[in-house]
């Protein structure tokens, strides 16, 4: 009976030592190394603690000693595992943990000398419920912390093992053992009650290693997890770039659709802007044509006026052209040819095309320059010119409807700060308010036959000058175009 005892308890200790060796790779996966000590240890020293109990009837007594503190310290280093699952272990339990393993297995060494077996069981016994009770409770605070099923076989397991204890110490105290000198002779009930301690004890273990694989293959579930939404995650961006890659080969190609299109817009308002821009110079072209056609045909006729209408059409003829040469350079976005010019003198220059026609409507203009050593400014003459006769027609044509008081216009020249100012002003019906947020765009007109054109190509005249031309409010004035220029002085 003896030897078979010995090769069973040889048996179980493989059985620990395979159980450590096989989740021993798995355990060195986990993040926390405190968790593989108290693994190592406590597998380690109940293994131990079996060899040994194999080898006291072959080597000596005393091997009971180290082979009790070791099931002993397996005990207490179980219930630091399961205390390391909840929180980290403070150093103090870890310590006093130490200071009572060695405690406990110095008692033992004492009982073993000075006591019989009845005494050591108990004592043993006693040591393994208080570190059972501990266990247990670690476990049931991870229960109550939603933990895996598996925790819950593994507080069975302490249960049962914690009441198989409790019945050897009572057995060992209600039953007369006398004769016994240690395990391998004692009565059949104690020996069934240490075997099934043994058992439920290394089946804790395996539920511990059956806990750890759980968790493994959580975390790996998880990883795959990630991998799998990464994998989502870079589909869609491969998917997003291939998008993107279209709508930039879209882009391009709508690019160079709107290029054609400018390029078609430019040449409409080329031409169109060419028809509002020379409608005046060949209007006053035919006009001096007919004059000089009856002046011809008349029986007296008058040298110095025949001359005047001929420079008149020359002149005007000239104009035709350099508003031809000047809207070819505006529409082809070459660089502005600026020279520096007195306010005053430009529009004294252009009295003798505009006051013939605000005479013949009967229109006053009226000039207001208050200023004193000139008013300087760098712009580009013909384009200037034409900016001020367009505004000072569209302020003629304003005013060819009003019948009901003096119809004026009024041109002011003035400085503030560094900038000049030019406005051209006149008392007809006004413009609409609502007109005023798209009067300067391109095709837009409050006229009934306006082309929209000649506002919008003034502003893009005077912006390419370095200015701004807006509409302003002026007490007594119904409309005001105000052109404001920086300075050169």
């Not at 699952?85 to 943990?97: D, H, I, K, S, T």
């Not at 060819?400 to 002003?425: F, P």
């Given at each position: 009976m003896q030897i078979a005892e010995q090769v069973f308890l040889v048996i179980f200790a493989t059985m620990a030592l395979g159980l450590l060796f096989s989740f021993s790779p798995l355990l060195n996966n986990q993040n926390s190394n405190s968790l593989n000590g108290y693994w190592t240890l406590s597998v380690g020293l109940y293994a131990s603690a079996l060899f040994m109990f194999a080898l006291v009837p072959s080597v000596h007594p005393a091997l009971l000693t180290p082979a009790n503190s070791?099931?002993?310290?397996?005990?207490?280093?179980?219930?630091?595992?399961?205390?390391?699952?909840?929180?980290?272990?403070?150093?103090?339990?870890?310590?006093?943990?130490w200071c009572v393993w060695v405690i406990l297995g110095i008692t033992y060494e004492a009982i073993r000398q000075n006591g019989d077996f009845a005494d050591r069981v108990v004592f043993i016994t006693i040591a393994f419920v208080i570190a059972l009770l501990w266990q247990g409770y670690e476990v049931a605070r991870l229960i109550h912390a939603q933990g895996p099923v598996i925790l819950k076989f593994i507080f069975g397991l302490i249960v049962m093992t914690l009441l198989l204890t409790l019945a050897r110490t009572f057995t060992t105290l209600?039953?007369?053992?006398?004769?016994?000198?240690?395990?391998?002779?004692?009565?059949?009930?104690?020996?069934?009650?240490?075997?099934?301690?043994?058992?439920?004890?290394?089946?804790?273990?395996?539920?511990?290693?059956?806990?750890?694989?759980?968790?493994?293959?959580?975390?790996?579930?998880?990883?795959?997890?990630?991998?799998?939404?990464?994998?989502?995650?870079?589909?869609?961006?491969?998917?997003?770039?291939?998008?993107?890659?279209?709508?930039l080969v879209e882009r391009d190609e709508l690019i160079q659709s709107l290029i054609s299109a400018k390029k078609s817009a430019e040449v409409g308002a080329l031409s169109a802007a060419l028809a509002h821009e020379l409608n005046q110079p060949l209007c006053a072209i035919q006009l001096n044509a007919e004059c000089l056609q009856m002046e011809l045909s008349s029986s007296v006729a008058n040298p110095l006026i025949k001359q005047e209408l001929i420079s008149r059409i020359?002149?005007?003829?000239?104009?035709?052209?350099?508003?031809?040469?000047?809207?070819?350079?505006?529409?082809?976005?070459?660089?502005?040819?600026?020279?520096?010019?007195?306010?005053?003198?430009?529009?004294?220059?252009?009295?003798?095309?505009?006051?013939?026609?605000?005479?013949?409507?009967?229109?006053?203009?009226?000039?207001?320059?208050?200023?004193?050593?000139?008013?300087?400014?760098?712009?580009?003459?013909?384009?200037?010119?034409?900016?001020?006769?367009?505004?000072?027609?569209?302020?003629?044509?304003?005013?060819?409807?009003?019948?009901?008081?003096?119809?004026?216009?009024?041109?002011?020249?003035?400085?503030?700060?560094?900038?000049?100012?030019?406005?051209?002003?006149?008392?007809?019906?006004?413009?609409?308010?609502?007109?005023?947020?798209?009067?300067?765009?391109?095709?837009?007109?409050?006229?009934?036959?306006?082309?929209?054109?000649?506002?919008?190509?003034?502003?893009?005249?005077?912006?390419?000058?370095?200015?701004?031309?807006?509409?302003?409010?002026?007490p007594g004035w119904a409309t005001t175009f105000m052109i404001e220029l920086p300075l050169s002085e």
């Open positions: 070791c099931i002993i310290g397996a005990f207490i280093f179980s219930g630091l595992l399961f205390r390391s699952w909840r929180q980290p272990v403070e150093r103090g339990l870890l310590f006093a943990a209600n039953i007369n053992l006398s004769h016994v000198n240690n395990i391998f002779n004692e009565e059949i009930l104690s020996r069934f009650l240490r075997w099934a301690t043994q058992g439920t004890t290394l089946l804790t273990f395996f539920g511990i290693g059956t806990f750890y694989l759980q968790r493994q293959m959580a975390e790996r579930h998880q990883m795959i997890g990630a991998l799998s939404s990464k994998d989502s995650a870079l589909s869609s961006e491969i998917e997003e770039k291939t998008q993107v890659q279209q709508l020359l002149g005007d003829n000239q104009r035709a052209s350099e508003i031809i040469t000047t809207l070819r350079q505006i529409f082809s976005n070459t660089t502005v040819v600026s020279q520096r010019v007195d306010l005053v003198d430009v529009m004294s220059s252009l009295e003798k095309l505009f006051l013939p026609l605000a005479k013949k409507e009967n229109i006053s203009v009226r000039r207001n320059y208050p200023i004193i050593g000139g008013c300087h400014v760098e712009v580009n003459t013909q384009e200037f010119q034409q900016v001020l006769l367009n505004l000072l027609n569209n302020a003629v044509q304003a005013l060819s409807t009003i019948t009901d008081h003096e119809r004026c216009v009024e041109v002011t020249i003035s400085k503030a700060g560094n900038r000049a100012h030019l406005s051209v002003a006149d008392n007809g019906n006004g413009i609409d308010p609502t007109a005023h947020a798209t009067i300067f765009n391109l095709l837009s007109s409050t006229k009934y036959a306006g082309m929209g054109l000649g506002l919008w190509l003034s502003q893009h005249i005077i912006e390419r000058n370095k200015g701004r031309l807006y509409i302003a409010t002026r």
